[in-house]
């Protein structure tokens, strides 16, 4: 069975940091390109940033080299660094992975940035 469990999130002040991790199991990792994407209540979740099999990374347009993807093929984990981070970064995060025409997602990890 496969588990996406994101962590990290938390209460940041405007400016501060924060590095999520999404750990799976039940899944190839390193062959799996692994996604980060947000969502705000009565909102839809959007696109944040991607990292491929390959390690070659894609960024919304938002980002603004503010965050950074990774993926440890060890621990089968991805993590999304986040410096800079501003009020308009609040919402949950989460990870997603596809797989064969199936989308795996977790239950998300809540990212609040005060100002």
């Known amino acids: 069975q496969v588990h996406l469990v994101e962590s990290g999130g938390g209460l940041v002040q405007s400016g501060g940091a924060l590095r999520l991790s999404c750990k799976t199991s039940?899944?190839?990792?390193?062959?799996?390109?692994m996604n980060w994407y947000r969502q705000v209540p009565g909102n839809e979740r959007e696109f944040v940033a991607r990292?491929?099999?390959?390690?070659?990374?894609v960024y919304a347009a938002f980002v603004s080299g503010r965050f950074t993807i990774s993926r440890d093929n060890i621990r089968n984990t991805a993590h999304l660094q986040m410096n800079r981070l501003e009020p308009e970064d609040t919402a949950v995060y989460h990870c997603?992975?596809?797989?064969?025409?199936?989308?795996?997602w977790g239950r998300g990890t809540r990212v609040t940035v005060s100002s």
């Open positions: 997603n992975t596809r797989w064969k025409g199936r989308e795996f």
């Open positions: 039940g899944i190839n990792f390193r062959i799996h390109h």
């Open positions: 990292i491929n099999s390959n390690f070659t990374t």
